[in-house]
């Protein structure tokens, strides 16, 4: 393709720049067309986006205005759809006429680089599916569950509107940048439009951000297995059936993937089933019955292992089973909310929603609510796959606006059910699940005791209530079930067997929730150690050379050990927690997530600013101004605060000053031991915390400075270096959107009468 | 065959295939378009070959999953 008269260097991106191939039908829609058609409202379509936005608003309206006893979630549902519909339709409008601009006569990566393997034109409709069971995982599950202390409105407002002004910005910004800079990640991207300083300051960040989200996504799947034989049973049993699965794709039926995901689905639905009958034996309630701390030295062993195993026998036939249950189980909680409709009874605001000791995360509403739900409103860790990864495979740049911006409504969505979900079972049973035993003593009677102690409004729990509710799970016990996934799930199991099976039905509906929350998690674990490794190395690879070469086998175990050791300290510092670990350790994954998106949204602002697009500038600014506002009080607070529930050093003080004086028990750490570990945890916290904020603060620094170094040599009319790759004219067309307009079904058409070898790019560029 | 069911099973067929491509189960399918639009002189990969080539890519090039 080298040598062709289009083939011009990047000082020539303008629209327009690029000429394709006459002879061919256009790579694009006539400009004018769309705009038109755009432009053009009918009566049908007048009526059509009045009657949308008339339902949000009555929804809105039912939940946030009117002050019943209940509500009905399917507001959530009509709440959350048209505001996504309205934001999808209108705002990601703006942002792609006056940010992105694409231009669909330039070729994609997938077309300019095809290579069939890595870099390959991807149905945008399948594209999406995959992109959005690459971003969504545990996390939007697992947020909204935990920020459901205080109340559902908070929380409902901040995944719906976060989303449309923020995480959707973010995901398809960082997707079309990188898509026209070949798909190379947010790490190289950071380097080049902040400079050496800003670049590695990107790397370190990212680098410590992964392992607290791999640590406390562990902890949410220890937390959810612990005493819970069911759970060992089933979970354990994913292992053996993906080494099952990797076996019979590499040598039996290579490529067979339907096929054996299919096997491998029908045998986690045994798995399920037979985890039931297993715990009820003596014999396997004592061999699957295991405490949090060897659950979680299980997850450690196991997640070095995978991580240095090839990745077809246990990754990527984990990935599939992964994907297919994500796509299931979405689909499954929508229609049961659709159809079941349950009456929600928790309060818009509850009494936690005014103050700062909450039982479930400490702090205020502002900031924490905004960092612990991270993943369904702004997730930074989204800027990781929306670079890289999609891009290669995007067919049409006008499709990253379906794909990305689209992609992230759908998680959102996610959220607002997985929140439904949560707030569908009784008040007293979520409080006495989520707060730490330290609170409420373990057991049914000193739960229900505490839980009515609380004094909040319609709550009278009895321990009965408790004993049964585990029951119809098929637990041993629901106190004291923290890290959300155990809420999820039997909020699930509530809402499905009104749908399917009943009471008798709970217990499987319950496993069936952890054991897929759990896969999205191990999957994440694996797929994060092993970037985090990659990462480390090239890191090293700077200094000692060897290190680069990826192959060298003490080079990958040496620095997979580091990683494992490193989210594995976090992971049992948080399992052995006397404070509680997912109350203390939570803020500081909503954190860093949004720290990442602060440096993904940096890096999005500083070529937004060298584009030259100064109008629109506060689309990327809104976001970033808010994140970085959000992280860093935050920051400070788990800093600096006097309150020892919020600030990590001042709960460190107040137990080393217990500690100076003697004494033997201090709050809820009950022996020296456990005060010794309280001081040490609060310090590794309390400095994590230092380090994020720092690293962010220089990241967002040096993008705010070529952010100002674009705006003078703009103004100055010097050029600004571009470092985008070199426009290609395409030679494929494709629709933009889930549903091609007339305009585009005409130039399909034009395209299907071209014969099938004068359709695709040509060799002779390899 | 009555109209809907034929309408049934090209539904069900289309739902599998998407399902497919989510799975990225199209993958040698989509190589050996290229590898023919693109004229190579030598011959494809077997289709064997081709996904132990896929993983063992994997292994070098990892992919982050989300949260």
């Given at each position: 393709?080298?040598?062709?008269?289009?083939?011009?260097?990047?000082s020539?991106?303008r629209?327009?720049?690029?000429?394709?191939?006459t002879t061919?039908p256009?790579?694009?829609v006539?400009?004018?067309?769309r705009?038109?058609?755009?432009?053009?409202w009918t009566?049908?379509?007048?009526?059509l986006?009045?009657?949308?936005?008339?339902l949000?608003g009555?929804a809105w309206f039912?939940?946030?205005?009117?002050?019943g006893e209940?509500?009905?979630?399917i507001?959530?549902?009509?709440?959350s759809?048209c505001?996504?519909?309205?934001?999808y339709?209108?705002?990601?409008?703006?942002?792609?006429?006056y940010?992105?601009?694409?231009?669909?006569?330039?070729?994609?990566?997938?077309?300019?680089?095809?290579?069939?393997?890595d870099?390959?034109?991807?149905d945008?409709?399948?594209?999406?599916?995959?992109?959005?069971a690459?971003?969504?995982?545990?996390?939007?599950?697992?947020?909204?569950v935990?920020?459901a202390?205080?109340g559902?409105?908070?929380?409902?407002i901040?995944?719906?509107?976060?989303?449309?002004l923020?995480g959707?910005v973010?995901d398809?910004?960082?997707?079309?940048?990188?898509m026209r800079?070949?798909?190379?990640?947010l790490?190289?991207?950071?380097?080049?439009?902040?400079g050496?300083?800003?670049?590695t300051?990107?790397l370190?960040?990212?680098?410590?951000?992964m392992?607290i989200i791999v640590a406390?996504?562990?902890?949410?799947?220890?937390?959810a297995?612990?005493?819970?034989p069911?759970?060992?049973?089933s979970?354990?049993?994913?292992?053996?059936?993906?080494?099952?699965m990797g076996?019979?794709?590499?040598?039996?039926?290579?490529?067979?993937?339907?096929?054996?995901?299919?096997?491998?689905?029908?045998?986690?639905?045994?798995a399920?089933i037979?985890?039931g009958?297993?715990?009820?034996?003596?014999w396997?309630?004592?061999?699957?019955t295991?405490?949090r701390?060897t659950?979680?030295?299980?997850?450690?062993?196991?997640g070095?292992?995978?991580?240095i195993?090839?990745v077809?026998?246990?990754?990527?036939?984990r990935d599939?089973?992964?994907?297919?249950m994500k796509?299931?189980?979405?689909?499954?909680?929508?229609?049961?909310?659709?159809?079941v409709r349950?009456?929600?009874?928790?309060?818009?605001?509850?009494?936690?929603?005014?103050?700062?000791n909450?039982?479930?995360?400490p702090?205020?509403?502002f900031?924490?609510?905004?960092?612990?739900?991270?993943c369904g409103?702004?997730s930074?860790?989204?800027?990781l796959?929306?670079?890289?990864?999609?891009?290669?495979?995007?067919e049409?740049?006008?499709?990253?606006?379906f794909?990305?911006?689209?992609?992230?409504?759908m998680?959102?969505f996610?959220?607002?059910?997985?929140l439904?979900?949560?707030?569908?079972?009784?008040?007293?049973?979520?409080?006495?699940m989520?707060s730490?035993?330290a609170?409420?003593g373990g057991?049914v009677?000193?739960?229900?005791?505490w839980?009515?102690?609380?004094g909040l409004?319609g709550v009278?729990?009895?321990?009965?209530?408790?004993?049964q509710?585990?029951?119809?799970?098929?637990e041993?016990s629901?106190v004291?079930?923290?890290?959300g996934a155990?809420t999820?799930?039997?909020?699930l199991?509530h809402?499905?067997?009104?749908?399917i099976?009943?009471?008798a039905?709970?217990a499987?509906w319950?496993h069936f929730?952890?054991m897929?929350e759990?896969?999205?998690?191990?999957?994440?674990?694996d797929?994060g150690?092993?970037?985090a490794?990659f990462?480390?190395q090239?890191?090293?690879?700077?200094?000692?050379?060897k290190?680069?070469?990826?192959?060298?086998?003490?080079g990958?175990?040496?620095?997979?050990?580091?990683m494992?050791g490193?989210w594995g300290?976090?992971?049992?510092?948080g399992?052995?927690?006397?404070?509680?670990?997912i109350?203390?350790?939570?803020?500081?994954?909503?954190?860093?997530?949004q720290?990442?998106a602060?440096?993904?949204?940096?890096?999005?602002?500083?070529i937004?600013?060298?584009?030259?697009?100064?109008k629109?500038?506060?689309?990327v600014a809104?976001p970033?101004a808010f994140?970085?506002?959000?992280?860093?009080?935050a920051?400070f607070?788990?800093?600096?605060?006097p309150?020892?529930?919020v600030?990590?050093?001042?709960n460190?003080?107040?137990?080393?000053?217990?500690l100076?004086?003697?004494k033997t028990?201090?709050?809820?750490?009950?022996?020296v031991?456990?005060?010794?570990?309280v001081?040490?945890?609060t310090?590794?916290?309390?400095w994590l915390?230092?380090?994020?904020?720092v690293l962010?603060?220089?990241?967002?620094?040096t993008?705010?400075?070529?952010?100002?170094?674009?705006?003078?040599s703009?103004a100055?009319?010097t050029?600004?270096t571009?470092t985008?790759?070199?426009?290609?004219?395409s030679?494929?067309?494709a629709?933009?959107?889930l549903?091609p307009?007339?305009?585009e079904?005409q130039?399909?058409a034009?395209?299907?009468?071209?014969?099938a070898?004068?359709?695709f790019?040509?060799?002779?560029?390899? | 065959?009555s109209?809907g069911l034929?309408a049934?099973?090209?539904?069900?067929r289309?739902?599998a295939r998407?399902?497919?491509?989510?799975?990225?189960?199209?993958a040698?399918?989509?190589?050996?378009e290229h590898?023919?639009?693109s004229?190579?002189?030598e011959?494809?990969?077997?289709e064997?070959?081709?996904?132990r080539?896929?993983?063992?890519?994997?292994?070098a090039n990892?992919?982050?999953?989300c949260?």
């Amino acid at each position: 393709m080298a040598g062709t008269p289009d083939d011009r260097n990047g000082s020539a991106r303008r629209e327009g720049a690029v000429t394709t191939d006459t002879t061919l039908p256009a790579a694009a829609v006539d400009e004018n067309v769309r705009e038109a058609d755009e432009r053009k409202w009918t009566p049908r379509k007048i009526a059509l986006w009045a009657a949308i936005a008339l339902l949000g608003g009555v929804a809105w309206f039912m939940l946030a205005i009117i002050r019943g006893e209940t509500v009905n979630a399917i507001w959530f549902v009509f709440a959350s759809v048209c505001t996504y519909l309205i934001a999808y339709r209108f705002y990601s409008k703006v942002i792609e006429r006056y940010i992105t601009r694409p231009d669909d006569r330039r070729a994609t990566p997938a077309e300019y680089k095809a290579d069939g393997k890595d870099y390959v034109r991807t149905d945008r409709n399948v594209l999406f599916g995959h992109h959005f069971a690459a971003i969504a995982g545990a996390g939007p599950l697992v947020g909204p569950v935990l920020a459901a202390q205080m109340g559902y409105l908070p929380g409902t407002i901040w995944i719906i509107i976060g989303v449309v002004l923020a995480g959707a910005v973010q995901d398809y910004l960082v997707m079309f940048f990188s898509m026209r800079r070949g798909g190379r990640s947010l790490g190289q991207m950071a380097r080049e439009e902040l400079g050496v300083v800003g670049g590695t300051a990107a790397l370190i960040a990212t680098l410590l951000i992964m392992v607290i989200i791999v640590a406390i996504l562990a902890l949410v799947v220890v937390n959810a297995l612990g005493e819970s034989p069911w759970g060992v049973f089933s979970v354990g049993m994913t292992i053996p059936i993906a080494l099952f699965m990797g076996v019979y794709l590499r040598y039996l039926r290579p490529g067979k993937i339907m096929e054996v995901s299919i096997i491998g689905f029908v045998l986690l639905m045994a798995a399920i089933i037979g985890g039931g009958i297993v715990a009820e034996t003596s014999w396997g309630a004592e061999i699957f019955t295991l405490d949090r701390v060897t659950i979680a030295w299980g997850i450690i062993i196991y997640g070095f292992i995978a991580a240095i195993l090839p990745v077809w026998l246990l990754l990527a036939p984990r990935d599939y089973l992964s994907t297919f249950m994500k796509i299931g189980v979405i689909v499954m909680l929508a229609v049961a909310i659709i159809v079941v409709r349950p009456e929600i009874t928790v309060p818009a605001f509850s009494e936690f929603a005014s103050r700062d000791n909450g039982p479930v995360f400490p702090g205020a509403l502002f900031p924490f609510l905004f960092v612990t739900i991270a993943c369904g409103a702004l997730s930074g860790f989204h800027a990781l796959i929306s670079s890289g990864t999609t891009p290669k495979l995007v067919e049409k740049e006008r499709q990253t606006r379906f794909i990305g911006y689209g992609g992230m409504l759908m998680e959102s969505f996610v959220a607002i059910m997985a929140l439904v979900a949560a707030i569908s079972i009784d008040r007293g049973l979520y409080f006495a699940m989520n707060s730490p035993a330290a609170l409420t003593g373990g057991t049914v009677e000193t739960a229900a005791t505490w839980v009515n102690s609380l004094g909040l409004a319609g709550v009278n729990i009895s321990p009965e209530l408790l004993s049964q509710t585990a029951a119809n799970v098929g637990e041993e016990s629901i106190v004291s079930r923290t890290g959300g996934a155990p809420t999820l799930a039997l909020g699930l199991a509530h809402i499905m067997q009104q749908f399917i099976g009943g009471t008798a039905m709970m217990a499987f509906w319950y496993h069936f929730a952890i054991m897929f929350e759990a896969l999205f998690i191990l999957t994440a674990v694996d797929a994060g150690t092993r970037v985090a490794r990659f990462m480390l190395q090239d890191s090293i690879g700077n200094f000692i050379p060897k290190f680069k070469a990826h192959s060298w086998r003490p080079g990958a175990w040496l620095c997979t050990a580091i990683m494992v050791g490193a989210w594995g300290a976090v992971l049992l510092m948080g399992v052995t927690d006397p404070l509680g670990g997912i109350n203390t350790l939570f803020p500081l994954f909503g954190i860093a997530n949004q720290l990442l998106a602060a440096i993904a949204l940096s890096v999005c602002l500083a070529i937004v600013a060298k584009r030259g697009t100064f109008k629109w500038l506060w689309i990327v600014a809104l976001p970033l101004a808010f994140a970085a506002v959000v992280t860093i009080t935050a920051s400070f607070q788990k800093i600096f605060s006097p309150t020892p529930a919020v600030g990590y050093f001042a709960n460190n003080a107040a137990f080393s000053n217990a500690l100076a004086d003697g004494k033997t028990e201090f709050g809820t750490a009950k022996t020296v031991a456990a005060m010794e570990a309280v001081v040490r945890n609060t310090a590794i916290q309390g400095w994590l915390s230092v380090i994020f904020v720092v690293l962010s603060i220089i990241v967002i620094a040096t993008a705010v400075l070529a952010t100002i170094r674009a705006f003078r040599s703009h103004a100055a009319g010097t050029p600004v270096t571009d470092t985008e790759d070199p426009a290609r004219p395409s030679r494929v067309f494709a629709p933009a959107g889930l549903i091609p307009t007339p305009a585009e079904r005409q130039l399909l058409a034009e395209w299907e009468k071209v014969p099938a070898e004068r359709r695709f790019e040509r060799a002779g560029h390899h | 065959m009555s109209a809907g069911l034929t309408a049934l099973s090209s539904g069900f067929r289309g739902f599998a295939r998407y399902l497919g491509g989510l799975l990225g189960a199209d993958a040698y399918t989509k190589y050996l378009e290229h590898h023919r639009a693109s004229g190579h002189q030598e011959p494809p990969l077997t289709e064997r070959e081709f996904w132990r080539d896929r993983t063992d890519r994997q292994d070098a090039n990892p992919q982050g999953r989300c949260c």
